[in-house]
Nanobody
Framework: QVQLVESGGGLVQPGGSLTLSCEAS????????MGWYRQVPGKQRELVAT???????DYADSAKGRFTISTSGAGSTVYLEMSSLTPEDTAVYYC?????????????WGKGTLVTVSS
């Protein structure tokens, strides 16, 4: 099993910045990818950004140039640095981690952290 602890959500003014973090712990062979998704009520959960264990990152068009995904040196914590935030970025942000166990690979979700962009 893998546990994900997210932190960093909150209220921020338009144009402001916020950094989310998600720490993975538990029993697994290695982490394959880590990422952030977001969801607003009534809409599907959407990709924000992902990063592989090799450091390759991918961003949604809405995140390009404003958000940066990175991992800790040990690779078990993923960060999402968000800047130039707009009200359209308001959502619950979920951490996702895909890990390799000895016999299979699985994907795990965090409980989500709310980001509210409002003046």
């Amino acid at each position: 099993q893998v546990q994900l602890v997210e932190s960093g959500g909150g209220l921020v003014q338009p144009g402001g910045s916020l950094t989310l973090s998600c720490e993975a712990s538990g029993s697994f062979f290695y982490i394959r990818t880590m990422g952030w998704y977001r969801q607003v009520p009534g809409k599907q959960r959407e990709l924000v950004a992902t990063i592989t264990n090799g450091g390759n990152s991918d961003y949604a068009d809405s995140a390009k140039g404003r958000f940066t995904i990175s991992t800790s040196g040990a690779g078990s914590t993923v960060y999402l640095e968000m800047s130039s935030l707009t009200p359209e970025d308001t959502a619950v942000y979920y951490c996702n981690v895909a890990v390799q166990h000895i016999t299979d690979s699985k994907s795990y979700w965090g409980k989500g952290t709310l980001v509210t962009v409002s003046s």
